[in-house]
C-alpha cells in the first residue's frame, strides 16, 4: 500500500504563507494524478489543485493566483505553495495521488491531512 505522509501546516495571520508537502512511499513506480483537496468544519473536501502527469494543474477559482502546485519527481512528493492566506483558507488539507506501484498495482492514496487555520 502506498503511503503518503504530509507535513507543513500550522497557524499563520492572514496575508501569511505556508508551504505543505506530501511524500509517497519508495513503493510507488509512477503517479499519473495527484492534487490537494481541503475540508473546513461542517463542509465537504474539495478540490484546491488537481492535475495529471504531462497535463495542466487547475485550481479552485478561490485560491487562483495564491496557491501554487509543483512537483518533485525524483522524491516523490508534491508540494502546495500558499500566499496570500486568509481565514477561509482554513480547513484541513490533504494531499492525493493515482498511479501505479512497483508491483504494478493501481493505488489511490490519501495523506492524513494537516490543519491550517489562519487567523485575521
Known amino acids: 500500500q502506498v503511503q503518503l505522509v504530509e507535513s507543513g501546516g500550522g497557524l499563520v495571520q492572514a496575508g501569511g504563507s505556508l508551504r505543505l508537502s506530501c511524500a509517497a512511499s519508495?513503493?510507488?513506480?509512477?503517479?499519473?494524478?495527484m492534487g490537494w483537496y481541503r475540508q473546513a468544519p461542517g463542509e465537504q473536501r474539495e478540490p484546491v489543485a488537481t492535475?495529471?502527469?504531462?497535463?495542466?494543474?487547475n485550481y479552485a477559482d478561490s485560491v487562483k493566483g495564491r496557491f501554487t502546485m509543483s512537483r518533485d519527481y525524483a522524491k516523490n512528493t508534491i508540494y502546495l505553495q500558499m500566499n496570500s492566506l486568509n481565514p477561509e483558507d482554513t480547513a484541513v488539507y490533504y494531499c492525493?495521488?493515482?498511479?501505479?506501484?512497483?508491483?504494478?498495482?493501481?493505488?489511490?492514496?490519501w495523506g492524513q491531512g494537516t490543519q491550517v487555520t489562519v487567523s485575521s
Open positions: 519508495r513503493s510507488i513506480l509512477s503517479a499519473n494524478t
Open positions: 492535475a495529471s502527469t504531462g497535463g495542466n494543474t
Open positions: 492525493n495521488m493515482r498511479g501505479t506501484t512497483v508491483w504494478r498495482t493501481n493505488f489511490d492514496s
